[in-house]
C-alpha cells in the first residue's frame, strides 16, 4: 500500500484461467471506506480485505457468465460480502442472483443494503424495482425504477419493468 501517494494499491491475484488481476483505490475512497468500517484496521489490513472481495467478485462472475453457475456465484459473492462488507456492488450483484434464483425477500435485503451504502447504483435500484413487483409491492417498484430512470436514462430494463408495473395497475 501506497499511503502517502493518491492511490493505493490492491495485492494482485492470479485467478484460475492464468489471469493476472490487479486493484487499486482512490486513497480518499480507502480513508472514507476505513471511516465507516465497523471495526478500524490498518491500510494494509483494508488492502488484504477489499482485495480478496474484488477477486471474489471477478469468480463469481465468471461462475455466472462463464458456467451458468447461479449456486457457485451466490456463494462467492457470500464470501466476498464476509470479505468486505462495505462493498456496495457485491450487495448489488448478490440481489441479482438471489432475484434470479427466486429469493425474493433475499435478493430485495441485498438490493436495499447496496444501495444503504451507495444510494447511487441505478442498476441496483432497477434490480430492487423488479424485487418489489415480484413481492407485490407495485407502489415501491414504480418509486425504485423511477429512480433509476433518474440516475440512468439508458437503463432498458427499468424502462420496461416501470411500463410492465404500469400495466399490472
Given at each position: 500500500a501506497q499511503v502517502g501517494g493518491r492511490v493505493v494499491g490492491i495485492t494482485t491475484f492470479v485467478n484460475p484461467s492464468g489471469q493476472n488481476l490487479n486493484f487499486a483505490v482512490p486513497i480518499e475512497a480507502a480513508r472514507e471506506l476505513l471511516?465507516?468500517?465497523p471495526t478500524m484496521m490498518s491500510l494494509e489490513q483494508f488492502a488484504a480485505s477489499i482485495s480478496k472481495a474484488y477477486f471474489l467478485d471477478h469468480q463469481a462472475q465468471?461462475?455466472?457468465?462463464?458456467?451458468?453457475d447461479l449456486n457457485r456465484a451466490a456463494e462467492l459473492l457470500q464470501q466476498a460480502v464476509a470479505a468486505d462488507p462495505t462493498y456496495a456492488r457485491v450487495h448489488g450483484r448478490l440481489c441479482h442472483i438471489y432475484g434470479m434464483q427466486g429469493h425474493v425477500a433475499e435478493a430485495i435485503a441485498a438490493?436495499?443494503?447496496?444501495?444503504?451504502?451507495?444510494?447511487n447504483l441505478a442498476w441496483v435500484r432497477a434490480n430492487l424495482g423488479a424485487g418489489y413487483v415480484s413481492a407485490g409491492r407495485p407502489e415501491e417498484a414504480i418509486a425504485e425504477l423511477k429512480q433509476a430512470l433518474a440516475l440512468d436514462p439508458n437503463l432498458s430494463g427499468a424502462h420496461g419493468n416501470l411500463g410492465g408495473v404500469y400495466y399490472l395497475l
Open positions: 471511516k465507516r468500517s465468471e461462475a455466472l457468465f462463464g458456467a451458468g438490493c436495499e443494503q447496496a444501495l444503504r451504502l451507495d444510494p
